[in-house]
């Protein structure tokens, strides 16, 4: 595997090693396990919302070894590095052909911090009227969580830094990364 390298720039910021791509694996693999064992004989849908959960969601879904589906969504409250907290920013679904009705969802997303987009997402979700919906994420933040979510399958909580890679990005940067890098404040404010 690809070493972590010390320090990078992408666009006009630093941004410094915070978890591996062997960290990142192994707790992937952990929650693939538990999720398959969770869900036997239920046939669950993973929503996976695009673009950030992509890397995480074909990750978790081959350390699953049970019968489950997947879709692709579009859902997001971010523009540039910032959350937006504007309602008319968020896309609301889009892709979704399954049937949702009656069916085990886990909600697959790169990164939970304010809940604000999953809050609008789960209460959309729940007019579907699913068996159950769950979620699994990639990162979380719970200082900076606004809303009463609680993700069942979390990879690793972290504070609340500006992070990319494994996925996430900054300005559709970074995404390629196998690991997790954090913002280099100290960097970037000597520059």
Known sequence: MKPITSRLLI??????????EDQMYQRV????????????????????????????????????????????????????????????????IQGLNESLENRHLIVVEDIVDTGNTMNKFLKELSAYKPASIEIATCLFKPSALKFDISPKYVAFSIPNDFVVGYGLDYDNYGRNLRGIYVIDEDENNNK
């Open 11 to 20: 666009q006009d910021k630093y941004f410094k090693p915070y978890l591996s």
């Open 29 to 92: 693999q952990e929650l693939g396990k538990q999720i398959e064992i969770d869900y036997e004989g239920k046939k669950p849908l993973l929503l996976c919302i695009l673009n950030g959960s992509f890397v995480f969601a074909a990750d978790l879904v081959r350390a699953m070894d049970t019968a489950c589906q997947i879709s692709f969504l579009k859902y997001s409250s971010y523009v540039k590095d910032k959350i937006s907290d504007n309602a008319k920013d968020l896309l609301g």
